[in-house]
């Protein structure tokens, strides 16, 4: 493929990532609580591509990305059945953890609501590890989240912490930072 198209095909690749990106559009009725877990795990599957990690939290060469789950398993069975999970080219791992799993190999970490307050430990492992945190938690973002989910208005939208990925050495694309309801930039006194 020559340098002009492959720049074309990215930027298409980018802008179908942005508009799963935009999904908090999609409305979440209280008697479709699927749709809740489905639109979560787009946005997990989506959201590495728009993170930068650094060089020391490398994937070994061959190997795929691998998006954990801690206590939500309805987000991991949506992603186990997208296609990028199947052997797709760019695509990723699944790997359902318990509270102390090591984090070896992770790249991006969802901690489900009812097990977050426990998870202090799994936390501090993924900072060191540059590991990305995603929650779904009241006050996450104050306890080392890097992303947090929210549903607010029967819509799932997101907001970020910039301190809590610092932390972890990540860098987050501007693009991210545009669609988040909140950013937080460093720690509320």
């Known amino acids: 493929m020559k340098p002009l198209a492959r720049r074309r095909a990215r930027l298409a690749a980018g802008l179908l ?3 799963v990106l935009a999904l908090p559009q999609l409305s979440i009725g209280q008697d479709n609580a699927p749709a809740e877990y489905a639109v979560k795990a787009a946005y997990l599957a989506k959201l590495r591509h728009y993170v930068e990690w650094p060089v020391r939290a490398g994937l070994p060469a ?3 990305p691998v998006i954990a789950t801690l206590g939500a398993d309805e987000v991991a069975e ?3 059945q997208m296609p990028a999970v199947k052997d797709a080219p760019g695509g990723f791992s699944v790997r359902r953890l318990r509270m102390g799993d090591s984090l070896d190999g992770v790249s ?4 489900g609501d009812a097990y977050f307050s426990r998870a202090g430990a799994m ?3 993924a900072n060191a590890k540059s590991v990305l945190v995603v929650s779904e938690s009241d006050s996450a973002l104050q306890r080392g989240s890097v992303i947090n ?3 607010i208005d029967e819509r799932i939208r997101f907001e970020i912490s910039l301190e809590s990925a610092d932390k972890s050495g990540l860098r987050l694309s501007s693009q991210i930072l545009k669609l988040a309801t909140t950013v937080i930039r460093e720690k509320r006194k």
């Open 62 to 64: 061959g190997s795929r």
């Open 17 to 19: 990532g942005l508009a």
């Open 78 to 80: 949506h992603l186990l």
């Open 108 to 111: 991006v970490l969802f901690i």
């Open 149 to 151: 989910f929210r549903l």
């Open 123 to 125: 936390i501090d492992q």
